[in-house]
C-alpha cells in the first residue's frame, strides 16, 4: 500500500475527540477540495506491507486506529488491512471522502463520512446511494465554509433524516468560518448534530504535520 505517514497524536474530530489515536494516512486523493489540509497526502508516501504497518501500529501501542488519506478507499488493499486491525483487537475508524461507495466496508468499522458542501467545489461529486448505507454508529461530516453551506447542510440533513440515523457533525473551516458563529447558527436551529472544531489544530497549530 502507498502511505503518506503513520503517527499517533490526539484525535482532533469525530466523536472520539481528544482520544489518543493511532493515523494511518494512506496516499492518494480523486477530490480537490477548496479547503483541503492535508494536500502533500496526494502524492507524498511510501510503499509499505501490510506487515508493516500493522508493526508500526502495535509499536505505538494505542487501541484506536484511523485509517484516512488522501482517500483511503482507492487502495483495495484497505478491506484486508482493516480486517487485520479488528483482529489485532483495534477500535478502527474509517475517514472517507464520500465519492466512493461504503458497502464493502466491514460493519465493525466505525465509517466517518466526509460530506462534501459546495465551498468545496466537490459536492456533485458525492455518491449519494452512501446515506442509506450509513448506520447508527458511523458519522457523516459536514465541512462549511460559510452560511450558504450550513444551509445546504440543513437540507441534506432533512432529505435523508441523519439526525435520527448516524452521528451528525458540523466542521468550520479553520480561518476561514468563525466557530462562534457556526454555534450561534446551530444554537438558533436548535440543530441535533456535533460542532466539531479540528482540536489538533488548536493543540498543535495549523501548520505543523504527524500530530
Known amino acids: 500500500m502507498k502511505v503518506c505517514e503513520i503517527f499517533t497524536s490526539i484525535q482532533g474530530e469525530s466523536t472520539h475527540a481528544g482520544l489518543p489515536c493511532t493515523f494511518i494516512r494512506l496516499s492518494g486523493c480523486n ?18 506491507s501490510e506487515d508493516d504497518i500493522l508493526g508500526q501500529v502495535r509499536k505505538a ?8 488519506g488522501g482517500e483511503p478507499l482507492l487502495q483495495k488493499e484497505i478491506y484486508s488491512l482493516s480486517e487485520r486491525l479488528l483482529h489485532e483487537g483495534c477500535g478502527v475508524l474509517l475517514e472517507t471522502n464520500g465519492s466512493i461507495s461504503i458497502r464493502g466496508v466491514d460493519k465493525r468499522i466505525r465509517v466517518i463520512l466526509d460530506m462534501k458542501t459546495p465551498g468545496s467545489g466537490m459536492s456533485d461529486r458525492m455518491d449519494m446511494t452512501n446515506m442509506e448505507r450509513l448506520k447508527r454508529s458511523d458519522e457523516i461530516k459536514f465541512v462549511l465554509t460559510g452560511k450558504d453551506d450550513y444551509a445546504w447542510t ?6 435523508y433524516a441523519l439526525t435520527e ?39 498543535f497549530g495549523p501548520e505543523r504535520r504527524g500530530v
Open 154 to 159: 440543513k437540507d441534506i440533513l432533512l432529505q
Open 31 to 48: 477530490l480537490r477540495c477548496s479547503y483541503c489540509d492535508t494536500q502533500y497526502a496526494y502524492s507524498d508516501g511510501a510503499d509499505l
Open 61 to 68: 501501542g494505542i487501541q484506536l486506529v484511523e485509517i484516512t
Open 165 to 203: 440515523r448516524c452521528h451528525v457533525l458540523l466542521s468550520p473551516v479553520y480561518g476561514v468560518l468563525h466557530p462562534e458563529a457556526l454555534a450561534a447558527w446551530m444554537i438558533e436551529d436548535k440543530l441535533q448534530a456535533r460542532l466539531n472544531i479540528q482540536l489538533h489544530k488548536y493543540i
